[in-house]
């Protein structure tokens, strides 16, 4: 069988969350033995030394609506078999045996962080791939309930296949000759940083804790920077870069408004870090109870969390050895080879 795959967001530099799951799935999806009956042809128009070349197919065209007009003009040159869509958006023209993944429906849940004309596109594109795939996969439990419930997606159409992680084991530990508390992800509004930021405010002010935060990741919507000489901003930061300072953090916090999956409290709880996040959406699911859960919309009780954990070395390494135990529940071989059956039952 011929399998085509949108791989746009694989080829994309820097990778962040969509990004990194479509290179991490299409590597490893590629690798695996009962991949060897069928013949890959990843569609982009980029180009990289780390995949296959052969299996390759440029199609030339600016980005903007790249996916509905070149990659919709291949399905009417070439059509493949099979057509799988890592990132969200199906085609209007797409072979009968179509795969969509959806990754989370934060526009949903936060409209006002979304530019009108893109709302409307993410709208209607869910819901026309609700519809019109044959299969949708959901990387968490919460976006198949997300997609029942607000898109009345047939469940018997939506598998859930969790993402996978990746560690670097040889990264060192970040010194800055100070402890601190470290959040990683894009730096927006959704993220809840505000929040983070007036909670450890209010620790520094009221129990004088010793630590900074670091906050690790590119600005997004509704972030400005801060000016406070406590708080560390860095920016997008290489792959080496994340894992020393997740390994050097004495917490890492993710207080989400909305998760589709939460990638980085795996990342945080692999490289030996305990972890405090949102009890809503994906993240107690992606956690497992390998995490204080606390009330983004609650600064007390995340005061709380953090207090605790910097108090209490016992409650810290019980959540570390927690968090090594739920990792293990993941990886981007079982994520590959889940979707690879998926693929093979069409």
């Not at 204080?292 to 050895?321: C, F, G, W």
Request: net charge positive.
């Amino acid at each position: 069988m011929i399998i085509g795959i949108h791989a746009l967001a694989a080829f994309k530099r820097p990778r962040t969350g969509v990004e990194e799951y479509t290179y991490q799935l299409i590597k490893h999806l590629t690798m695996l033995e009962g991949a060897k009956r069928h013949r890959f042809v990843l569609y982009t128009n980029q180009t990289d030394q780390s995949f296959n070349q052969d299996q390759i197919r440029h199609l030339k065209w600016p980005f903007p609506m790249w996916t509905q007009i070149r990659l919709g003009l291949e399905m009417i040159l070439k059509k493949p078999d099979l057509l799988f869509i890592p990132a969200h958006v199906l085609p209007l023209i797409h072979p009968k045996k179509s795969v969509v993944v959806i990754h989370g429906l934060e526009y949903e849940y936060c409209p006002e962080m979304y530019p009108k004309k893109h709302l409307k596109y993410l709208r209607w594109s869910t819901k026309y791939a609700v519809e019109h795939a044959q299969k949708i996969i959901a990387v968490s439990q919460n976006t198949r309930d997300d997609l029942i419930s607000l898109y009345r997606a047939d469940p018997d159409k939506i598998a859930m296949i969790h993402h996978g992680f990746s560690i670097n084991r040889k990264a060192k530990k970040k010194k800055f000759g100070w402890p601190y508390i470290l959040f990683l992800s894009r730096l927006e509004t959704k993220k809840n940083v505000h929040g983070l930021i007036k909670t450890f405010n209010f620790l520094k002010e009221r129990y004088q804790i010793p630590h900074k935060l670091v906050l690790a990741g590119p600005f997004g919507f509704g972030f400005e920077g801060n000016k406070s000489d406590q708080i560390v901003t860095t920016g997008y930061i290489s792959r080496d870069q994340k894992w020393s300072l997740l390994k050097g953090a004495d917490m890492f916090i993710l207080p989400s408004f909305y998760e589709g999956f939460g990638l980085p409290i795996l990342e945080a709880q692999a490289a030996g870090v305990p972890v405090i996040t949102s009890n809503l959406s994906s993240m107690p699911e992606v956690a497992g109870s390998g995490a204080l859960l606390i009330n983004p919309r609650d600064t007390s009780q995340m005061s709380e969390a953090i207090y605790k954990l910097i108090k209490s070395d016992k409650i810290k390494r019980d959540l570390i050895e927690k968090g090594y135990q739920n990792i293990k529940r993941f990886s981007w071989q079982k994520c590959a080879r889940e979707t690879l059956n998926l693929l093979n039952d069409l």
